[in-house]
């Protein structure tokens, strides 16, 4: 089931995003890591929040914000099994989402948005931060 997320959930995403990041993000810098962990409660107020429970517990989210797609994450535990496909698929039919920006990297994440229908676009060399991970900007 896919639900608007509180404020109240806050906490749980974190333990969603730190499995996947740490599961899927090995590129990124310890520091970084670290940074983005501080900064995501921050992040959370700037994007339209809709989580997937399974069981009555929340095991992904997304983040978006006009036609982008700003964040998605599965916990580990619960990748490979659609839950990402049935947030996107969601984004797309009822938030009118088409774009997203995606961490070169982060090959698995590529290869989804492309099986999910996205085109790379542009390449940035850097992120919005000035770090060196070059960021992908696909569209539908």
Same mark, same amino acid.
């Given at each position: 089931?896919?639900?608007?997320?509180?404020?109240?959930?806050?906490?749980?995403?974190?333990?969603?995003?730190?499995?996947?990041?740490?599961?899927?993000?090995?590129?990124?810098?310890?520091?970084?890591?670290?940074?983005?962990? &501080?900064?995501?409660?921050?992040? *959370?107020?700037?994007? #339209?929040?809709? +989580?997937?429970?399974?069981?009555?517990? @929340? %095991?992904? =989210?997304?983040?978006?914000?006009? &036609?982008?797609?700003?964040?998605? *994450?599965?916990?580990? #535990?619960?990748? +490979?099994?659609?839950?990402?496909?049935? @947030? %996107?698929? =969601?984004?797309?039919?009822?938030?009118?989402?088409?774009?997203?920006?995606?961490?070169?990297?982060?090959?698995?994440?590529?290869?989804?948005?492309?099986?999910?229908?996205?085109?790379?676009?542009?390449?940035?060399?850097?992120?919005?931060?000035?770090?060196?991970?070059?960021?992908?900007?696909?569209?539908?």
């Amino acid at each position: 089931m896919i639900r608007e997320i509180t404020e109240m959930d806050y906490p749980r995403l974190m333990e969603i995003w730190q499995s996947a990041v740490l599961n899927t993000h090995d590129f990124l810098k310890e520091t970084d890591f670290l940074y983005y962990k &501080e900064m995501l409660p921050t992040y *959370f107020k700037h994007v #339209d929040l809709f +989580g997937f429970e399974k069981d009555g517990e @929340l %095991i992904g =989210f997304m983040g978006t914000s006009e &036609e982008n797609i700003e964040m998605l *994450f599965i916990d580990n #535990d619960f990748r +490979g099994i659609g839950i990402g496909k049935k @947030l %996107i698929a =969601f984004a797309i039919t009822n938030l009118k989402a088409s774009k997203v920006d995606v961490n070169e990297q982060n090959t698995q994440a590529v290869g989804f948005y492309k099986y999910m229908g996205f085109k790379i676009v542009k390449r940035s060399a850097f992120d919005e931060k000035g770090r060196e991970y070059p960021i992908l900007h696909m569209k539908l």
